[in-house]
């Protein structure tokens, strides 16, 4: 079930097929629409303080009847497929749960809020949620900026809350201060922007020498969220063997990329490795017309979206981005099957942020059948201690003596944890289009890398 009240006041959704993202080229044109579709995968901004507000749901008050689902996105509907496709994975989880009994026996609803990543409207949203439709848990939030002023809204609630969007690691960093206070937070995904970082080292360090990428100039964007990126490239990236012909960081709002691309190309680095969100659309377009003779890839938020050849005419060709799963790619047996019926529900394949909504439900639905209690401190308890396959691998939470608490675990092996994969956008041979290719790890790989033409 799906709230179409909640849905209709504040997401855009009230039940019709929502158009996702048919305008996503205006938003890709407009520098400020950029800023909503892309902003926040691991932004971090300002703490600012929520204040606790007190009388939620502690072990004494646990919710009882329906079990309800709160869901915090960006935006819905044909403003942003990211915050679209957490709203629609959760409710495709709801729609499963309910077709096999529900939770407890009960019946799943789903109740959506949209932040338009803002943090204050989050932190009322968050609000909503839990005081006055008084869900069992929440999940969601892409931006950092809301994610960290909730914190407070939610270790005054004290329910559950499984991030899946927002990578800053200030979030478990609170944990470690205080983890009484915040630990009903988790990040189902995607790993926090330190581990971001550690996998394009480990990228770097498998297929560098066979991409014929001996030297890259790393470039990231501005904004908080690559600070972590950058401090792993900046220590790591020399110890894998690959020479760092330069460093930039950049302006967030760069409309021309053609002095810094002058300055890769004159270093003679073989590559542009990269971390980009808000900026993304503007430096493929501009790579891509002006065929400079360097490669381009690293974490592209932008390329991540399955439709994203189409929106920007091929200029994503022979790129390369980390991403958390493609809809062909096989990482449990629940990834396939799960973007086949999310584009059988919405009529388009979902963004990295789908996979984790839905595995945050579905997780959490499974906590609460173990221990049969839909008290908190039990889910808390459950989920330090599970293990879970989800579709983007599998999902444990790094423990209250560790580094990062409760952040989902990263295993650069996928044995007991998750690890993103690598794709590359190639021409599909009837020359119609393009598509992305899994490229790493090899046991997910669908192809291999291919320079681009003019390199």
Not at 54 to 68: L, R, V
Not at 118 to 139: H, I
Not at 230 to 241: G, N, Y
Not at 367 to 392: C, H, W
Request: glycine share 10%.
């Amino acid at each position: 079930m799906v709230n179409e009240n909640s849905q209709s006041n504040n997401s855009g959704c009230s039940g019709n097929e929502p158009e996702g993202e048919q305008n996503i080229v205006s938003d890709i044109r407009s520098n400020a629409d950029r800023r909503t579709f892309l902003k926040g995968t691991g932004a971090v901004g300002l703490a600012a303080s929520a204040g606790c507000l007190g009388g939620g749901s502690s072990s004494g008050d646990a919710p009882s009847g329906t079990f309800k689902i709160g869901v915090l996105t960006s935006h819905t509907g044909t403003e942003n497929p990211i915050g679209n496709s957490i709203a629609r994975s959760a409710e495709l989880a709801a729609d499963e749960l309910n077709e096999n009994g529900g939770v407890l026996g009960n019946d799943v609803e789903v109740f959506v809020k949209t932040t338009n990543e803002q943090p204050q409207r989050g932190k009322t949203k968050y609000e909503e949620l839990t005081v006055s439709e008084n869900v069992d848990f929440t999940t969601g939030v892409f931006t950092s900026e809301v994610l960290l002023n909730i914190m407070d809204s939610i270790a005054g609630q004290q329910k559950v809350h499984m991030t899946a969007g927002a990578a800053t690691p200030e979030a478990s960093t609170m944990l470690t201060e205080d983890y009484e206070q915040y630990k009903y937070w988790f990040r189902t995904g995607p790993v926090n922007a330190h581990f971001l970082g550690a996998n394009m080292v480990d990228f770097a360090e498998a297929n560098f020498s066979d991409m014929g990428w001996d030297s890259v100039y790393v470039l990231t964007e501005d904004y908080s969220w690559t600070e972590p990126v950058d401090e792993v490239l900046r220590d790591q990236l020399a110890d894998a063997d690959v020479e760092v012909a330069g460093m930039k960081r950049y302006a967030g709002d760069t409309s021309d990329f053609s002095t810094i691309y002058d300055q890769v190309e004159a270093s003679d680095a073989d590559a542009a490795f990269v971390a980009m969100a808000h900026s993304g659309s503007t430096a493929i377009a501009q790579y891509a017309k002006q065929q400079r003779p360097f490669a381009f890839g690293g974490i592209h938020v932008p390329m991540q979206l399955p439709s994203y050849w189409g929106l920007v005419n091929g200029a994503c060709a022979y790129s390369i981005t980390q991403n958390t799963a493609t809809p062909t790619s096989e990482i449990t047996e629940k990834t396939v099957p799960y973007a086949e019926a999310y584009n059988e529900k919405v009529g388009k394949y979902p963004v990295y942020t789908g996979y984790i909504a839905y595995d945050a439900v579905k997780q959490y639905a499974a906590a609460v059948e173990s221990t049969e209690s839909r008290n908190p401190d039990d889910i808390v308890s459950e989920l330090e201690s599970s293990s879970f396959t989800g579709t983007a691998g599998t999902l444990r939470y790094y423990g209250q003596d560790e580094e990062y608490p409760h952040d989902i675990v990263y295993d650069e092996n996928a044995e007991d944890g998750v690890r993103p994969l690598w794709l590359q956008w190639k021409p599909n041979e009837d020359g119609d289009g393009g598509s992305q290719t899994a490229i790493f790890p090899d046991s997910l790989a669908e192809g291999s890398y291919e320079s681009p033409p003019w390199v």
